[in-house]
């Protein structure tokens, strides 16, 4: 198919005025749309449908066992490592949509098919969401009678080879640091030798002393959503193999990062797993970081979305709210402390009502005035975390980029209201329609529908192509890209499903089934069953510093582990793991609640952050909610200068930046939001944004070739 034409921007005319009203209607004070009736719910989820077999069809007839699908030329690639990806990334939205004919078959073949045993070197990050995700999730619903999908014939193998990986896996996480290299060989893992980063440069790079120094530094370095999203999955292979020591080392990981946060309680983009320094310090909730945020709260203690049933009154337009428990995964306190106090810091420094840029760690100073497209996932999060009203606003923000241009640009600069340049593209990605599922399901306002549907539209205009559905290079010209990522049937496709789903009344084993579910960061199904969730951990975790001596936080050891040696073939033991000098089993009398949990912070540029706080003139910054007033079709700049006693006290040790807040309206009148208006409405920003741009944009090339050399890791 080929692409729209460009003054359409990829919705045809007959679909263009009903987006446009449920794009004004979506803001928070504007009319309410006429929802998605039943009936069309149901046309519209029966259409996913057929977009998911489309694509899956495609892949199996011309990629299969390839890892993912090239849907212009109807061919496969080998992306990851070479094991059927996409077929493991799609078993559990086969069960999902009920289909047990091929989910059994496909759960058959895996197990007999797939093996580890094989000289790759893979993405720790990427391995981890999409394969041993993929394989608890179906190893989970495969083997349960209750799911409804229980396969006769199934005995356990796909928890056998969620095993295995996981194993081959663990060397990556023997640093000094307790962070886990970016990536690690599954047959030979990280050698003593090796263990600099250089295992697999190409010989004649070896030969320049320069350029082996500059890539063994550059392959040392980790994204923190690369080193702080393997909770979920090691956890749960913990508590179903019960071995302790695959939940031990990602938890380990997340201190390691935690512990080196600055004084503001920010996390920065990238870290060296041998020094533990911070080698970007742009602070955000998207690309390389989002999901260090995700799994913190998913792995958390007690009821996830909000203790008992919320009911509380979101704005005037939209009926009091009645939310299920969602219960997450682990009882662990400590994830809990620290995303409550990483969540505190997001939203004082990252948050521009209603949108999120990048700061400074260390001075919060804005370096980056971005929305990219994987901060899309933030308002849904914030669902779970039963803070809705933002997530409201901001959903409704983002959700105007996607009006823009059809599609969400893998970036887009709020001080030009503008594509950035380098990050124009649209992979499919999930995290808008995700949010929107969870809006939804907290609301149930049938505007979050209309956003489907539109969502629908484009990618069905815009992305549909011979053998799936294909990337968007440009969401300008919706030039389509000969590659389709395995999230797209794991991830893109299941959140729309079940959004329509829900709206037709609920059959699927997430909303009807035996258990509470949670998704992973890739989308996978994760039931919250006893022999998961329910454990006597808050007295095992190693959280307690009690030798009173210098170092402060997890990982700072001057010793380290021994690295593991070439032919990995063994089981890594607790032992191993646990080395680091200073902590102890168990809680220590006389200490505060954080150093108990061990979330002291390393002290880097200590005196950075003192000097550039006396440089920032202070004011305050409202904890009043901004009044949103519907005069036209464009984003307000409202000021606030009045602080909350604790906002005042928090500048003043920390200092502040000047800046407005955003706030989004709509002409409730309109039925139309011309390209023109749009522009306008998303070029309002602050100055104190523009400037910052110019200031950084000399960095920009250094930036780009870090996050070039990590794109694997941003990808979900």
């Given at each position: 198919?080929?692409?729209?034409?460009?003054?359409?921007?990829?919705?045809?005319?007959?679909?263009?005025?009903?987006?446009?009203?449920?794009?004004?209607?979506?803001?928070?004070?504007?009319?309410?749309?006429?929802?998605?009736?039943?009936?069309?719910?149901?046309?519209?989820?029966?259409?996913?449908?057929?977009?998911?077999?489309?694509?899956?069809?495609?892949?199996?007839?011309?990629?299969?066992?390839?890892?993912?699908?090239?849907?212009?030329?109807?061919?496969?690639?080998?992306?990851?490592?070479?094991?059927?990806?996409?077929?493991?990334?799609?078993?559990?939205?086969?069960?999902?949509?009920?289909?047990?004919?091929?989910?059994?078959?496909?759960?058959?073949?895996?197990?007999?098919?797939?093996?580890?045993?094989?000289?790759?070197?893979?993405?720790?990050?990427?391995?981890?969401?999409?394969?041993?995700?993929?394989?608890?999730?179906?190893?989970?619903?495969?083997?349960?009678?209750?799911?409804?999908?229980?396969?006769?014939?199934?005995?356990?193998?796909?928890?056998?080879?969620?095993?295995?990986?996981?194993?081959?896996?663990?060397?990556?996480?023997?640093?000094?640091?307790?962070?886990?290299?970016?990536?690690?060989?599954?047959?030979?893992?990280?050698?003593?030798?090796?263990?600099?980063?250089?295992?697999?440069?190409?010989?004649?790079?070896?030969?320049?002393?320069?350029?082996?120094?500059?890539?063994?530094?550059?392959?040392?370095?980790?994204?923190?959503?690369?080193?702080?999203?393997?909770?979920?999955?090691?956890?749960?292979?913990?508590?179903?193999?019960?071995?302790?020591?695959?939940?031990?080392?990602?938890?380990?990981?997340?201190?390691?990062?935690?512990?080196?946060?600055?004084?503001?309680?920010?996390?920065?983009?990238?870290?060296?797993?041998?020094?533990?320094?911070?080698?970007?310090?742009d602070a955000g909730i998207g690309t390389s970081i989002d999901s260090f945020y995700e799994y913190l709260l998913k792995a958390k203690d007690g009821p996830g979305?909000?203790?008992?049933?919320?009911?509380?009154?979101?704005?005037?337009?939209?009926?009091?709210?009645?939310?299920?428990?969602?219960?997450?995964?682990?009882?662990?306190?400590?994830?809990?402390?620290?995303?409550?106090?990483?969540?505190?810091?997001?939203?004082?420094?990252?948050?521009?009502?209603?949108?999120?840029?990048?700061?400074?760690?260390?001075?919060?100073?804005?370096?980056?005035?971005?929305?990219?497209?994987?901060?899309?996932?933030?308002?849904?999060?914030?669902?779970?975390?039963?803070?809705?009203?933002?997530?409201?606003?901001?959903?409704?923000?983002?959700?105007?980029?996607?009006?823009?241009?059809?599609?969400?640009?893998?970036?887009?600069?709020?001080?030009?209201?503008?594509?950035?340049?380098?990050?124009?593209?649209?992979?499919?990605?999930?995290?808008?329609?995700?949010?929107?599922?969870?809006?939804?399901?907290?609301?149930?306002?049938?505007?979050?529908?209309?956003?489907?549907?539109?969502?629908?539209?484009?990618?069905?205009?815009?992305?549909?192509?011979?053998?799936?559905?294909?990337?968007?290079?440009?969401?300008?010209?919706?030039?389509?890209?000969?590659?389709?990522?395995?999230?797209?049937?794991?991830?893109?496709?299941?959140?729309?499903?079940?959004?329509?789903?829900?709206?037709?009344?609920?059959?699927?084993?997430?909303?009807?089934?035996?258990?509470?579910?949670?998704?992973?960061?890739?989308?996978?199904?994760?039931?919250?069953?006893?022999?998961?969730?329910?454990?006597?951990?808050?007295?095992?975790?190693?959280?307690?510093?009690?030798?009173?001596?210098?170092?402060?936080?997890?990982?700072?050891?001057?010793?380290?582990?021994?690295?593991?040696?070439?032919?990995?073939?063994?089981?890594?033991?607790?032992?191993?793991?646990?080395?680091?000098?200073?902590?102890?089993?168990?809680?220590?009398?006389?200490?505060?609640?954080?150093?108990?949990?061990?979330?002291?912070?390393?002290?880097?540029?200590?005196?950075?952050?003192?000097?550039?706080?006396?440089?920032?003139?202070?004011?305050?910054?409202?904890?009043?909610?901004?009044?949103?007033?519907?005069?036209?079709?464009?984003?307000?700049?409202?000021?606030?200068?009045?602080?909350?006693?604790?906002?005042?006290?928090?500048?003043?040790?920390?200092?502040?930046?000047?800046?407005?807040?955003?706030?989004?309206?709509?002409?409730?009148?309109?039925?139309?939001?011309?390209?023109?208006?749009?522009?306008?409405?998303?070029?309002?920003?602050?100055?104190?944004?523009?400037?910052?741009?110019?200031?950084?944009?000399?960095?920009?090339?250094?930036?780009?070739?870090?996050?070039?050399?990590?794109?694997?890791?941003?990808?979900?």
């Amino acid at each position: 198919m080929q692409p729209m034409r460009r003054r359409h921007r990829g919705l045809p005319l007959l679909c263009l005025s009903a987006a446009l009203v449920a794009a004004a209607a979506l803001l928070p004070d504007a009319a309410v749309a006429e929802g998605v009736t039943p009936f069309e719910a149901r046309r519209l989820r029966d259409e996913v449908k057929d977009m998911f077999y489309h694509a899956f069809d495609g892949y199996m007839k011309y990629a299969f066992p390839l890892d993912e699908l090239r849907p212009l030329s109807c061919q496969g690639e080998d992306s990851l490592g070479g094991y059927a990806l996409t077929l493991i990334d799609s078993l559990d939205t086969l069960a999902l949509l009920g289909d047990k004919e091929k989910f059994g078959a496909a759960v058959e073949w895996v197990g007999k098919n797939v093996r580890f045993d094989i000289n790759k070197t893979v993405s720790v990050f990427e391995t981890n969401i999409r394969i041993l995700g993929g394989l608890l999730s179906a190893h989970l619903i495969a083997s349960d009678y209750a799911t409804g999908m229980r396969i006769q014939s199934y005995d356990d193998q796909l928890l056998h080879l969620a095993s295995d990986l996981a194993q081959r896996l663990l060397p990556a996480f023997d640093t000094p640091t307790g962070i886990p290299f970016g990536s690690v060989n599954l047959k030979y893992g990280v050698d003593e030798n090796e263990s600099k980063a250089s295992f697999f440069l190409p010989p004649f790079f070896l030969s320049f002393t320069a350029e082996r120094l500059t890539l063994r530094m550059l392959l040392q370095i980790t994204s923190t959503a690369g080193g702080g999203t393997l909770t979920l999955e090691f956890g749960i292979l913990s508590r179903l193999t019960n071995n302790t020591v695959f939940e031990q080392v990602t938890k380990n990981s997340v201190r390691g990062i935690w512990s080196r946060r600055s004084k503001l309680n920010l996390v920065g983009a990238h870290i060296n797993v041998f020094t533990g320094e911070w080698t970007q310090k742009d602070a955000g909730i998207g690309t390389s970081i989002d999901s260090f945020y995700e799994y913190l709260l998913k792995a958390k203690d007690g009821p996830g979305c909000c203790p008992g049933t919320l009911k509380r009154k979101i704005n005037t337009l939209i009926l009091l709210v009645n939310i299920e428990q969602a219960y997450l995964l682990f009882g662990d306190e400590e994830y809990l402390y620290i995303f409550q106090e990483a969540y505190k810091a997001a939203m004082h420094y990252l948050h521009h009502d209603p949108w999120y840029v990048e700061v400074n760690m260390n001075s919060g100073a804005t370096v980056w005035p971005l929305f990219n497209s994987l901060q899309a996932f933030w308002p849904g999060l914030q669902v779970l975390a039963g803070d809705v009203d933002p997530a409201i606003r901001t959903h409704a923000a983002f959700f105007s980029v996607w009006k823009k241009y059809g599609f969400t640009p893998e970036g887009f600069n709020l001080a030009t209201s503008t594509v950035q340049n380098g990050q124009r593209s649209y992979p499919l990605r999930p995290e808008l329609i995700e949010s929107t599922y969870w809006l939804f399901k907290a609301t149930r306002d049938y505007r979050y529908l209309d956003v489907g549907r539109d969502i629908l539209t484009s990618l069905q205009y815009g992305a549909r192509c011979p053998c799936g559905y294909c990337h968007i290079s440009d969401v300008e010209t919706h030039k389509q890209d000969d590659h389709m990522e395995s999230f797209f049937l794991a991830e893109t496709v299941k959140y729309l499903w079940l959004l329509f789903d829900l709206a037709a009344g609920p059959d699927n084993i997430v909303e009807n089934g035996p258990y509470k579910y949670i998704f992973s960061t890739e989308g996978h199904l994760l039931p919250v069953t006893p022999e998961i969730a329910l454990i006597d951990e808050h007295c095992s975790y190693f959280g307690a510093f009690c030798n009173g001596g210098e170092d402060r936080g997890y990982g700072t050891s001057a010793s380290s582990t021994k690295h593991q040696k070439a032919n990995y073939t063994s089981h890594y033991s607790a032992s191993n793991m646990f080395t680091t000098r200073g902590y102890i089993k168990g809680v220590c009398p006389g200490l505060t609640h954080a150093q108990k949990l061990g979330i002291s912070y390393s002290d880097e540029e200590g005196n950075d952050i003192e000097q550039t706080s006396k440089s920032h003139e202070h004011h305050g910054e409202s904890a009043v909610e901004s009044s949103v007033q519907a005069q036209s079709s464009s984003i307000i700049l409202i000021s606030h200068q009045v602080a909350t006693e604790q906002d005042e006290a928090l500048e003043s040790r920390s200092g502040s930046r000047d800046h407005a807040d955003i706030a989004v309206a709509a002409d409730s009148d309109s039925d139309s939001i011309t390209r023109d208006n749009t522009d306008a409405s998303l070029g309002a920003y602050t100055e104190e944004l523009t400037e910052d741009t110019k200031r950084t944009s000399e960095q920009t090339e250094d930036k780009e070739t870090v996050q070039n050399f990590q794109s694997k890791e941003n990808i979900s």
